[in-house]
């Protein structure tokens, strides 16, 4: 959110249900392209509660670097088709999933194989990034119901799907540094 000095937080414009968009019209804000971009924010918040625990360096870097890119993807679906303020909004680069996938290459190395379900947890960062992981899903799920009505860049639905997957083995690693067991699923315990 951005505020300028002297300007107030509240413009009373949204008091009625409706949010502008950028560069382009006013909608319900529970339009699907609201629902979308406001996802991609709370799981940018996710990340910030988590990051606030105190990752290490590694981890810490990687979670920043997506909270960054997170701000480019709500910019991005923020912006209706055809907008000309789409020129204001950096584009989503492939190269940001790529990373992705070099983190979790990179942290499976150092993880024992996984053989079992495991329960989300473990150490308080592991359980921050799990949960976020699951924000992540929702995101991608309210992204994949606006793509349903205005085309969504490529790039936004491989990062997101992507981005999950990292923050699962990110939580797994973060447990690991933390020498703190994952609790493994046990289908015999839910009888």
Request: glycine share 8%; net charge neutral.
């Amino acid at each position: 959110m951005l505020a300028r000095s002297g300007m107030k937080i509240y413009t009373k414009t949204g008091d009625a249900g409706e949010t502008g968009l950028f560069g382009g019209p006013r909608v319900a804000k529970d339009d699907v392209r609201v629902e979308a971009y406001g996802a991609v924010d709370e799981l940018n918040a996710a990340l910030g509660v988590a990051r606030a625990r105190g990752a290490d360096a590694e981890i810490d870097g990687l979670l920043a670097a997506v909270q960054d890119q997170l701000f480019t993807v709500g910019a991005d679906l923020a912006t209706p088709p055809g907008a000309r303020a789409h020129s204001a909004v950096p584009p989503i680069a492939p190269a940001w999933t790529s990373a992705l996938e070099d983190a979790i290459d990179r942290f499976e190395a150092e993880l024992p194989p996984l053989r079992h379900f495991v329960l989300p947890g473990g150490s308080a960062l592991g359980a921050d990034l799990h949960l976020a992981r699951t924000v992540c899903r929702r995101a991608e799920r309210r992204v994949v119901a606006l793509n349903h009505h205005d085309r969504v860049a490529a790039d936004v639905l491989t990062l997101l799907n992507r981005l999950s997957d990292f923050l699962f083995v990110a939580a797994r690693v973060a447990n690991h540094r933390a020498k703190v067991a994952e609790v493994i699923w046990d289908p015999r315990h839910a009888k």
